[in-house]
């Protein structure tokens, strides 16, 4: 997949960049959209196999990724010649709209954090969006020991899992915070972390 290594001119006639297929390694300070059907192919592609089509949790990764550098995603569905949709197209929305009932507050409404990502965190992927009151951290990938660690500059406060509510461990390490994700989370599931100011009194 290509990415702009930096920053792309910015043509003097539009409200902002769509690129296809492909996206950013940094926060634009302009407002970005990127492009893509399911496949490799905006329309149906009767040779494209299973291999061809992004899964649900390829989609709920892309999207945290591009909305985390403040960017729209439009994704396109294929149809066939009769209308219908590829059942492992139809699969993918499902599984992307499931996510997004349970963790769309991290998505719908936010902005980038001070940073898009979380180098600290080891062998997890960290997603970040934010909105007045909450900072999200989106887990692409969990960590191996269920264990996330996020540096001192991630405010501590209320620390919960999204999709329920229920508060998480946290312990303090060399001021670091040690975040435990529950084990009924699946391994490969995408949780969403909120973490809000603390309750005031």
């Given amino acids: ?32 959209e990127t492009c893509r059907g399911i496949g490799s192919s905006f329309g149906y592609n009767q040779f494209e196999g299973a291999d061809d089509y992004q899964r649900a949790d390829d989609l709920i990764r892309l999207l945290a990724d591009v909305v985390s550098k403040n960017g729209n995603l439009l994704l396109n569905v294929g149809p066939r010649a009769d209308g219908s949709i590829h059942p492992l197209q139809v699969a993918a929305l499902e599984g992307l709209g499931a996510w997004l009932q349970a963790n769309g507050e991290a998505i719908y409404g936010t ?66 915070l040690q975040i435990t994700i529950p084990q009924r989370v699946a391994e490969n599931t995408i949780p969403v972390i909120k973490i809000a100011p603390p309750a005031a009194g």
Wanted: glycine content about 4%; aromatic content about 10%; overall charge positive.
């Fill in 1 to 32: 997949m290509f990415k702009y290594k930096v920053k792309p001119p910015r043509p003097v006639h539009c409200d902002f960049i769509t690129p296809e297929y492909t996206f950013l390694d940094h926060i634009a300070e302009q407002k970005w």
């Fill in 111 to 176: 902005r980038p954090w001070k940073r898009f990502n979380e180098p600290e965190a080891g062998e997890a992927v960290v997603r970040y969006t934010s909105k007045p009151g909450a900072i999200y951290a989106i887990l692409a990938k969990m960590p191996a020991n269920r264990i996330l660690n996020l540096p001192s500059n991630v405010p501590a406060g209320i620390i919960t899992l999204l999709e329920t509510g229920e508060n998480l461990r946290v312990n303090r390490l060399d001021q670091n």
